[in-house]
């Protein structure tokens, strides 16, 4: 196994479904892995049930060339429900009609075998997409409507908690923005205020126009606005901040009033 799936080799423990473990890289894996896997993991818990990622229709699911098998009884119980997400998505957000969404439904219960299907987990949100409500503009009625297929069509519902709280990348960086707009220099802002720090320099989140990633409480990000001015001259403050529940933590503590050096 790679050295980046070992980690999926975790339990976690469930009020109602046992055991689940949970195989992120499954499509990189090599039949003979993933097999490996699943008998590794029902040897700790034998009524555990193994999850993998996959992003397609798994029962058709061709990667590196090779037709995967996660539905012929030794690999996957069950996987990541993303078709499912797309579907509902595009219909949301008009960008197909009913008809298009029921076939897509339709079509995975043509697919997969019944056990596999009614595992599924039907998932809206998740750390690796966008925050539901931020995709649908706000439309806490259309996130209502999603909500509702997600219990009424085959599968488990899966509900993501990051989609519930955190401001946005993309708020945060509005507020400097505007600020900085309001003293007449919004033209002179042209980066994005932040990004994200731990173990590398610069990783998720960000903080920028179009970002749709959550400040979750924890989260570490740096605050940096700017003003170049061109031709003269120009500033930018570069802050450290963990975000907490009520605000942030500062973890710069040089001043910030303006000197002037003669």
Known sequence: MKEKTIYAL???DGVHIGHAALLKTCRELAAEARCRFGVITFGVHPDALVLGEVWEDASCKVS???LREYFLGSELDATMHYPFRTAVLDFLLGKIRAQAACDVFWTIQEHY???NLYAALNLIGSHDRARVLTVLGGDVNALKMAMFLQFALPGVPSIYY????????GELDAVARD????????????????????????EAPRAGKNSADVLLAGTTITVEPGIYIEGK?????????IVTED????LVSSPKELQMIL
């Open 113 to 115: 075998p019944k056990e």
């Open 162 to 169: 990051g989609d519930e709280a955190g401001m946005t990348g």
């Open 233 to 241: 001259c120009g500033v930018r403050i570069e802050d450290c901040c």
């Open 179 to 202: 600020y900085i707009a309001s003293q007449g220099y919004g033209d002179c802002f042209g980066h994005g205020l932040g990004h994200g720090f731990g173990l590398e320099i610069h």
């Open 247 to 250: 605000g942030k933590i500062n």
């Open 64 to 66: 590196y060339g090779a």
């Open 10 to 12: 975790g339990f976690f």
